[in-house]
């Protein structure tokens, strides 16, 4: 197993040097369908038992947190309430807007050190993300998309976070008008996606927006190839 992470320069204006903060790249997003089947194999419970005990799990979660007490998962997190946002006073007042409650995990060990042994690599000047190759899976052609036909792009530091607004797949047509792409499959080297519904024949530039699978304080980067739709 290969870590990756990249280093910034850190945020806090008042140190007198320049520090830096790392930043991992994650390989993949599991979507929750991926992660109920896997769950699901691993007990051999059926995946929509596993999703029951995950939605149990959650809303009991919920209701904790909203009485005020800590939840224990044994051996993962404690989840505790947080309260965020500066006071005028000793006394308050709360101020809505500026004041909230906010839950957070803390992890617990065994999983608070189960990377403890692995020794991530620097990537600081790998996050770039490119495609080499589009191919349509149903005909086997490449850069060639039919229809509403699954398509594989192949490339490096892709990982498109499906779960983020700002990181997709889109074709965007002659004229500048974007359309996009549903998200099947996401990793750094792999993404496979469809469109929900056929667009008309020509030429188009496919696009992948992305953070290349690092955290929201890595700004999205765009790889782009040009493609024929038919």
């Not at 997003?29 to 939605?55: D, H, N, P, Q, W």
């Not at 005028?88 to 101020?95: E, Y």
């Not at 349509?136 to 498109?160: H, K, N, R």
Request: with cysteine; aromatic share 10%; hydrophobic share 40%.
């Amino acid at each position: 197993m290969t870590v990756k992470y990249i280093t910034v320069k850190g945020a806090d204006r008042l140190a007198r040097s320049p520090f830096y903060v790392g930043l991992v790249q994650h390989e993949r997003t599991m979507s929750r369908r991926e992660v109920y089947e896997y769950c699901a194999e691993r007990t051999g419970y059926k995946a929509t038992a596993i999703r029951a005990v995950f939605l149990a799990l959650a809303e009991y979660i919920k209701e904790n947190q909203r009485r005020g007490n800590i939840t224990y998962l044994d051996g993962v997190a404690s989840i505790r309430n947080y309260v965020k946002g500066a006071f005028d006073s000793l006394t308050g007042p709360w101020v809505k807007g500026v004041n909230y409650l906010s839950v957070q995990a803390v992890e617990m060990d065994p999983f608070k050190s189960l990377l403890a042994a692995v020794l991530p690599v620097n990537n600081t000047e790998g996050a770039k993300p490119v495609i080499n190759t589009v191919l349509d899976e149903t005909t086997l052609v490449y850069d060639v998309i039919t229809g509403t036909d699954v398509f594989s792009i192949a490339g490096a530091d892709l990982a498109p976070d499906a779960m983020k607004e700002d990181e997709y797949v889109a074709l965007v047509d002659t004229h500048g008008v974007e359309t996009k792409a549903e998200i099947d499959y996401s990793d750094l080297q792999n993404v496979k996606a469809h469109l929900s519904m056929g667009l008309l024949a020509g030429e188009y530039t496919l696009k992948v927006y992305t953070r290349s699978g690092l955290g929201d304080e890595f700004g999205v980067r765009v790889a782009t190839r040009k493609i024929t739709v038919e």
